[in-house]
């Protein structure tokens, strides 16, 4: 098998301490859609981040602000307007985990060219 086309992204992180870079929590990464018309993708995690990419590149496009909770799924729409991704628990900890004040909500986001169109390579 060949490994030619093997990436991998540092993301979905968050540093213990601000001087530790080797300890570091890191979280599970829910989801990758790729956008069906740039093919870039994202990613979104247990962390409640969301990052736009080019693999290409090997850039991060977007980053977008923390979340009040995990991220479970998200998608493009088919002519790739609208990026919308759901905030709910993603149980981690089993039923335990899931309290009543967690969030559960549908956001939809715009996108725009900037955000999910590749870069150059460098």
């Not at 981040?49 to 998200?74: N, Q, V």
């Amino acid at each position: 098998m060949l490994y030619r086309n093997k990436i991998s992204f540092k993301c979905h992180r968050k540093d213990q301490t601000p001087n530790a870079k080797d300890k570091s929590f890191v979280y599970a990464v829910n989801d990758i859609p790729f956008h069906p018309v740039h093919g870039t993708f994202s990613t979104c995690g247990s962390d409640g981040t969301i990052y736009f990419w080019d693999k290409d590149a090997r850039t991060r496009l977007k980053t977008f602000e923390a979340a009040p909770g995990p991220i479970s799924p998200t998608t493009f729409n088919r002519n790739a307007t609208i990026f919308a991704y759901a905030v709910s628990y993603d149980w981690p900890k089993g039923h335990s985990g899931m309290t009543p004040g967690h969030p559960n909500k549908l956001m939809l986001h715009a996108c725009k060219d900037d955000e999910v169109k590749r870069r150059p390579k460098k």
